[in-house]
């Protein structure tokens, strides 16, 4: 099993920043990719970015490219979230993801991200 851990969150003005953090515990070896989703109210959650483990390579929803950086720290099985220019639409629980190498996904508690206009 796969334990998460989120920090980070709250509220900021619009053009403000913002660093959500989630360290995984457990069996992580077999983490094959680490991620976060968000979930507005009443809007499906979706995919925001994600790295791959094994090879790094980022992957960001169309709406946060540019502004938004997903990073990780191998040593501390953490993931990270840099958000920048948040805008009142990225208001919404963020949820930490990994995905197993079996498939299977493993999920943070959420947290709120409010962003103010």
């Known amino acids: 099993q796969v334990q998460l851990v989120e920090s980070g969150g709250g509220l900021v003005q619009a053009g403000g920043s913002l660093r959500l953090s989630c360290a995984a515990s457990?069996?992580?070896?077999?983490?094959?990719?680490m991620g976060w989703y968000r979930q507005a109210p009443g809007k499906q959650r979706e995919l925001v970015a994600s790295?791959?483990?094994?090879?790094?390579?980022?992957t960001y929803a169309d709406s946060v490219k540019g502004r938004f950086t997903i990073s990780r720290d191998n040593a501390k099985s953490t993931v990270y979230l840099q958000m920048n220019s948040l805008k009142p639409e990225d208001t919404a629980v963020y949820y930490c993801?990994?995905?197993?190498?079996?498939?299977?996904?493993?999920w943070g508690q959420g947290l709120l991200v409010n962003v103010s206009s």
């Open positions: 993801n990994v995905r197993r190498v079996d498939g299977l996904d493993a």
């Open positions: 457990g069996r992580i070896s077999i983490i094959n990719r």
């Open positions: 790295i791959m483990t094994s090879s790094n390579i980022e």
